[in-house]
């Protein structure tokens, strides 16, 4: 079953830095910073850990690519909040 989910359409899109980047930019401008964006955060920090372990052992091609998705995501939230505070 891990292998298969391995290899699914949904990893691979949780693949790119990108993904993860939309989803924090979008809690944070459409949220700003309240309680709920903080706990979606939280949430969001979660799944990433879950979805570090479903790759298994660090390999030296794709390593640097998938932490670099947590690191987006924290920093597209905190860049969504901004651009909230500056828009409104």
């Known amino acids: 079953m891990l292998a298969r989910l391995q290899s699914s359409r949904i990893l691979k899109l949780l693949d790119t ?24 955060l939280t949430i969001g920090l979660g799944v990433f850990v879950v979805y570090l372990s479903l790759h298994g052992p660090a ?10 998705s947590g690191c987006a995501f924290v920093i597209a939230w905190l860049v969504g909040f901004v651009i909230r505070g500056l828009a409104l």
């Open 17 to 40: 830095w990108i993904t993860w980047s939309v989803v924090g930019l979008a809690i944070g401008f459409g949220l700003g910073v309240n309680s709920v964006s903080v706990w979606l």
């Open 59 to 68: 390999k030296r091609e794709t390593e640097g690519g998938l932490f670099a």
